[in-house]
Nanobody, 126 residues
Framework: QVQLVESGGGSVQDGGSLRLSCAASGLTFNSYGMGWFRQAPGKEREFVAVVRDVSWSASSTYYADSVKGRFTISRDNAKNSVYLQMNSLKPDDTAVYYC????????????????WGQGTQVTVSS
């Protein structure tokens, strides 16, 4: 049984930082690209970032324009974990953040992701 468990969410002020973690089990972790998505109230789930698996030459990352330069995605295959370091947070970043696993590299499409976590709430106040 595949499980993705997010942690690290919370409440911060405008300009603050948070680090999200996602622990994976039940899958061959280094065979999957790992992504982060978010969903704000009343809005569709949107892509945030994805990091490549290790099947290719080196880890690569891909970001939504809205977070580029502020968020950093990384993974530790020894720990079956993926992380999202979020700096310079804004109120517009307020959402539930989800970790997800994909066999496809560099895809922002939710339907390309096979497995999802339960989400962790991030709230940024002005």
């Amino acid at each position: 049984q595949v499980q993705l468990v997010e942690s690290g969410g919370g409440s911060v002020q405008d300009g603050g930082s948070l680090r999200l973690s996602c622990a994976a089990s039940g899958l061959t972790f280094n065979s999957y690209g790992m992504g982060w998505f978010r969903q704000a109230p009343g809005k569709e789930r949107e892509f945030v970032a994805v990091v490549r698996d290790v099947s290719w030459s080196a880890s690569s990352t891909y970001y939504a324009d809205s977070v580029k330069g502020r968020f950093t995605i990384s993974r530790d295959n020894a720990k079956n974990s993926v992380y999202l370091q979020m700096n310079s947070l804004k109120p517009d970043d307020t959402a539930v953040y989800y970790c997800a696993a994909t066999r496809r590299w560099r895809t922002p499409m939710t339907y390309e992701y096979e497995y999802w976590g339960q989400g962790t709430q991030v709230t940024v106040s002005s």
